[in-house]
Every structure is written in C-alpha cells, then in structure tokens.
C-alpha cells in the first residue's frame, strides 16, 4: 500500500468552528508533513513529525494544531481560522525523516472558511 | 534573498516533442533537488530525485540534470504525449534546515496533440 489518504475530501467552515483534517498512511514511514497550497501557488510545509515527535514548525498560527497519534495518523485541528486560510491541505510522509526522501502526498482536503 | 524559480508559468509544445523546464535557485545550497508532478485538485506525485554529486539521472522518458555551479537543474520530457499535460514542480531539499522541503513556482506543461 502506497497510498496516502486524507478525509475530508472537502470542508466547509465558519471562523468559530472548529474542525479537524486527518491523514493516514500504512507504508510505515516515520515522517508526517502537513502543508498549505493557495491556488496556483506551490505547497508551503507547515509542521513535520518524525518519529511522532514535532521537529518543524514554520511559524504556523496557533489557529492551527498538529497532532500524531500514533506512527501512522496525523491531525490537523482547526480552530477559529480566517477566510484567508481557504486553501488545499496536503498531507505527505516519507521512510524516514527529517526527510531527504521521497514524499507521497494526499490528495489533500479542500477547506473553505465562510 | 533565497529564491527559487521555474523558467515559466505555462508551457505548451506539440506532441511527440521534447519538453524542457528549468528551475533556477539562489542562496540555496541543497542536498538534493526532487521534481514532482502534479494534476489539478490533486497532491504532487513524486518523479525524479538527483543529489548534488549527480549530473544526470533519468527514468523512462524522463531526465534531470543538475548543475550545482549555474544552480540549475532542467527537467526533460521526450516523446511527450497528451497524458504529460500537468504542473510539474522542481523542489530543493534543504539537509541543513532537517530536510525541507522548498518547492518552486512550478510550470503548467500543455502538450496539445
């Protein structure tokens, strides 16, 4: 299995909800990425586990809050967030990390904020 | 500042011709250099990886090089086909940031038939 899975597909929120994205993979790879992708721009990497531990925070608001389970889950929870955080929600993994390895990525939740 | 840029934002060829994308970096100094594809609404696949001692590396109609000195690497697609239309972007790995990864602008191929 070399799938990386994402729910939801897509999500739809107002700024005082709060909402989780999850991610799931079982290649058993030890690092988890959540990155940001705008429309016709590239993916910004947001946080990194490795080995379920957080090692990369690229100075994400506090509106959003990684979380990892266990060594094949990762959450992203939501919480009073902005129109402007409208975007894709790309999760990745790679074998070991942090990674000089080959990421597989989701096929990323779309999340509208109203 | 540190940039990294792809030589265009869309590209059209005809089928059965050469594709030809350059990614152009400055104050960077990666590891390795990774190029990824992806297609609308979807996450980017994982194509090529060419480490800073390579050259050249290629797979099927695929081929990288990546020159450390000009700080560039060009992505190649032979034979193109229709199925190639797609974003492709280039992406540096950064060893002394933990492995980040910096991905370019990307350039929208349009291979018509």
């Known amino acids: 299995d070399t799938e990386v899975t994402q729910t939801p597909k897509h999500l739809v929120m107002g700024m005082t909800n709060k909402k989780s994205l999850k991610c799931e993979q079982h290649?058993?790879?030890?690092?988890m990425y959540w990155y940001k992708q705008k429309a016709k721009k590239p993916p910004e990497l947001m946080f990194v586990?490795?080995?379920?531990?957080?090692?990369i925070n690229e100075s994400v608001p506090s509106r959003f809050s990684p979380e990892c389970p266990n060594s094949s889950l990762l959450n992203l929870h939501l919480h009073a967030l902005q129109p402007e955080d409208s975007a894709l929600y790309l999760c990745?993994?790679?074998?070991?990390?942090?990674?000089?390895?080959?990421?597989?990525f989701g096929p990323g939740t779309r999340l509208t904020v109203l | 500042s540190q940039k990294i840029e792809q030589n265009s934002e869309a590209l059209n060829i005809q089928e059965g011709k050469t594709a030809t994308l350059t990614c152009n970096y400055t104050?960077?100094?990666?590891?390795?250099l990774q190029w990824y594809r992806q297609d609308p609404g979807r996450g980017p696949v994982f194509l090529l990886l060419?480490?800073?001692?390579?050259k050249e590396k290629r797979k099927e109609r695929l081929k990288v090089t990546f020159d450390t000195t000009l700080k560039q690497s060009l992505f190649h697609i032979t034979a193109s086909q229709p199925a190639d239309s797609a974003t492709y972007l280039c992406a540096l790995v950064l060893y002394n940031q933990g492995g980040k990864l910096i991905f370019g602008q990307g350039t929208e191929l349009s291979v018509k038939p």
């Open positions: 060419i480490r800073e001692n390579e």
């Open positions: 290649m058993g790879h030890r690092a």
């Open positions: 104050n960077y100094s990666p590891a390795y």
């Open positions: 586990y490795s080995y379920e531990k957080l090692s």
């Open positions: 990745a993994s790679s074998q070991d990390g942090p990674s000089t390895d080959t990421q597989y």
